[in-house]
């Protein structure tokens, strides 16, 4: 039977994956190709049965399957191209590609990064990192990454940041963040590798007391024109209904905490600040008043031109709030309070270094899966 088919009847009703791995371990390496291409061409149900197939095969069809991924499948690669496309190619397409895989290509991976030729070595750092997390490198390579990391921050340099959401503490006093958001093992990273762990921010691993549940990483950035800032993709979107209790709390170690979000589509936004555990002013625009505090001294007053013609039985019913103000943005809201993220350039005064940190004592940053950029 030819491998393609061979791997093809993976997807049969009632297949059996141990049956399939004892007929591919005849096949040497050939089997490697067909095995990749179906990951990259099958649907999600294809890929959960081949991943489960992985740990199955023998070590010396897992090796091919890794030295083929790498070969042919790495960023810059157009393997498995059609005309206009690039399945193969790219970081994205690899990392895509990887995601599919899982981790049961890490012992493979591993003896490659170990004893493979050098640039299938460099390759499998990238791969290993993406499938199985700092957990499944070496203690060399987490040394290396961590000295690597050491070097870009002596010449790290601002830059703009994400604007959609994220909290502000004064950098005088942002140490108090780690306890009030309940933060723990963190570790010095750059301005790079903090934002691209948004993409992987999320694990859910058997916690030291005995439960299963989300853990999450947090970064807190250098001090920004006198300000950190903290970005946690999940997190800070699951706070954005409880927005005002979170800063009280951080405000209440740091002397000031400020909350700014807008989703994806920016018909929701709020932005507020806290000061001494309390928050001081505050806009929202889904709750009912939109306002909390009276308006702050840059903020403008509202203009009621564009209500248009309202009788006085509206205004009876509904009237105005009259803490309304002009601000309703984010970014004017930042800009006044502390710093506008996508406003920060080369030449934002930047001190110390950005931090990494995690929700959940004890978990460690090695379960956490990604390729991040340094």
């Not at 093809?8 to 005849?26: E, Q």
């Not at 096949?27 to 990749?36: C, E, K």
């Not at 999600?44 to 991924?69: C, M, S």
């Not at 000295?147 to 994400?162: G, H, M, N």
Request: net charge negative.
């Amino acid at each position: 039977m030819e491998i393609d088919e061979l791997v093809g009847r993976l997807t049969d009703p009632g297949a059996d994956g141990a049956d399939l791995a004892a007929a591919l371990a005849g096949s040497g390496g050939a089997a490697a190709p067909a095995l990749l291409r179906a990951f990259r061409r099958g649907g999600p149900r294809t890929a959960r049965l081949l991943t489960g197939l992985l740990p199955r095969l023998d070590d010396a069809l897992l090796n091919a399957v890794a030295v083929a991924l790498l070969t042919d499948h790495h960023p810059g690669s157009t393997a498995g191209s059609t005309p206009g496309t690039a399945h193969g190619a790219g970081a994205a397409g690899f990392e895509t590609l990887l995601e599919r895989i899982g981790p049961g290509l890490v012992p493979a991976l591993q003896r490659v990064r170990a004893d493979g030729r050098p640039p299938l070595r460099r390759r499998a750092l990238h791969a290993l990192a993406a499938v199985g997390g700092a957990g499944a490198l070496s203690d060399r390579d987490r040394a290396l990454v961590e000295r690597l990391i050491r070097v870009k921050l002596t010449a790290e340099r601002p830059r703009p940041l994400p604007d959609h959401w994220w909290i502000a503490v004064p950098g005088d006093r942002y140490e108090g963040v780690f306890e009030a958001l309940g933060l723990h093992d963190r570790v010095p990273v750059t301005l790079e590798l903090g934002l691209s762990v948004r993409r992987h921010d999320t694990h859910y691993p058997d916690l030291p007391d005995g439960s299963h549940g989300a853990v999450h990483r947090v970064f807190v950035t250098p001090e920004l024109a006198g300000w950190r800032l903290v970005y946690a993709e999940t997190p800070i979107a699951e706070m954005q209904w409880w927005p005002h209790d979170t800063i009280a709390r951080i405000s209440a170690v740091c002397g000031q905490a400020q909350f700014f979000h807008r989703d994806a589509h920016g018909d929701s936004t709020i932005w507020a600040v806290a000061v001494d555990g309390r928050v001081r002013r505050g806009y929202w625009s889904d709750a009912t008043p939109e306002w909390t505090g009276a308006p702050l001294p840059w903020e403008e007053p509202a203009d009621d031109s564009d209500l248009g013609e309202l009788d006085d039985d509206a205004y009876a019913e509904e009237p105005l709030d009259p803490n309304r103000a002009a601000t309703v943005g984010i970014t004017t809201a930042a800009r006044q309070l502390s710093v506008d993220p996508a406003s920060v350039s080369a030449d934002t005064p930047m001190r110390g270094h950005g931090w990494l940190a995690v929700t959940a004592a004890g978990v460690g940053h090695g379960p956490f899966a990604g390729a991040l950029r340094i």
